[in-house]
């Protein structure tokens, strides 16, 4: 078991959806995430610290992402006495559409687990992670917490049982990341959408999701290409973020493999098969958002591949 020194983990961003797979497909990015340490405290149970970079996050570990993960995964283990003292260092900002509030609660989970001597494996802790972000915004899939924890594109068959796949990331995949810096609330995104699709837009998006899957598993640019339309969920969406059809468009013009919201918003991605499209789509994004008066950040990366890591 860990000491008062304790131990340093990294959570890392993630795109939930990739437009086809509402709440059954994500993506996990490079660089940016949030960061735990983990050490023995000095009275009985689990207790945050200090939340560095953020104030308005609460210490109270049922209403913590990253407290609540951890609870979750003490309790399994008849822990919730044990001393433990937790910083997070809220490194993203919170409601961008990159998976922020997934990334504390498989921080938090992952750096308790590693601190007591990985009790359990990462598929193990998924449920507590998802647990810890559902704190969040009260609704429980695992398109997010799954790629942080385990990197690489993850597919989820169902968000209850959370049986999940990797799926295969061909090489040289990337994706240009989007923040224009204006608040999408993901509880307000999530209810704006209808419980009723038609027919055709389930026949139009499995068979896009299908394709998109093969296409990975081909390492076929072409055949993603060709399916990265979102027949349900972005046309519903689309308009809480500015200049979404302006900004698509470029991007598609730019031949982007897809471009579409990044979770529930307000970062947008796209899907790109070399750096110089991805650096253009950024450049593209900069200027179209500066036009408008609205501070705009873009980032390129390739899929991260580990996920969450002890350093
Ligand atoms: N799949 C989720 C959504 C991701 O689009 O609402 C954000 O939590």
Known sequence: MGD???IKVFAPASVANLG??????????????????????KKPGLHIKTIYKNKSLSKDIKKNTAGYAAYR???????????I???LFKNMS??????SSAASAVAGVFGVNSFLGSPYTKAEILRFATEGEQVADGSFHADNVAPSLLGGIILIRDNESLDWTKLPTPRGLLACVIYPKVQVLTSESRAILSENVSLDSVIAQTGNLATFVAGLFKSDFDLIKKSMTDHIIEPQRA???????????????CDALGFSISGAGPSMFALCNNT????????KAQQLY???GIECECFISEINPQGAIKY
């Not at 995964?73 to 001393?83: C, G, I, K, V």
């Open 4 to 6: 008062r020194t304790g």
């Open 276 to 283: 110089i499209i991805a650096e253009n789509i950024a450049e």
């Open 94 to 99: 919170i409601g961008t559409g990159l998976g």
């Open 239 to 253: 308009h809480l973020i500015p200049h979404f059809a302006e900004m698509k468009k470029q991007a598609l013009a």
């Open 85 to 87: 003292e937790i910083d």
């Open 20 to 41: 086809v797979g509402y709440d059954i497909l994500g993506l996990c990015l490079n660089d940016i995430g949030d960061e735990i340490i983990v050490r023995k405290g």
């Open 73 to 83: 995964l003490l309790e399994s283990l008849n822990l919730t006495e044990e001393p």
């Open 290 to 292: 500066s036009d408008q």
